[in-house]
Nanobody
Framework: QVQLVESGGGLVQAGGSLRLSCAAS????????MGWFRQAPGKEREFVSV????????YYGDSVAGRFTISRDNAKNTVYLQMNSLKPEDTALYYC?????????????????WGQGTQVTVSS
């Protein structure tokens, strides 16, 4: 089993920045990649970004590319999401997820472990 704990969410004005963290524990040797998703009220869970274990491969969702940056520190078993130029439409509950199978995925159903989420609210 793998446990994921997100932190770093909060309230920020449009144009501001936040950095989310996701700390992994447990059977982390089984993790191939880690990703971030978000879900706003009444909407489906949306892919944000994913990073491979070696950090050699990274994907971003179209709505965040150029504004968000994903990174990881394997020594700390932590993945980060630096969010810049935030917009009100970025308001959502942000989830960290981990996947066992090799290869990156944008589909939430392809992930095996999920955190509880951290709320990000961007005011206009």
């Amino acid at each position: 089993q793998v446990q994921l704990v997100e932190s770093g969410g909060g309230l920020v004005q449009a144009g501001g920045s936040l950095r989310l963290s996701c700390a992994a524990s447990g059977s982390i040797f089984s993790i191939s990649s880690m990703g971030w998703f978000r879900q706003a009220p009444g909407k489906e869970r949306e892919f944000v970004s994913v990073i491979s274990w070696s950090s050699s491969r990274i994907y971003y969702g179209d709505s965040v590319a150029g504004r968000f940056t994903i990174s990881r520190d394997n020594a700390k078993n932590t993945v980060y999401l630096q969010m810049n130029s935030l917009k009100p439409e970025d308001t959502a509950l942000y989830y960290c997820a981990a996947r066992r199978d090799y290869g990156l995925s944008r589909q939430p159903g392809q992930y095996n472990y999920w955190g509880q989420g951290t709320q990000v609210t961007v005011s206009s």
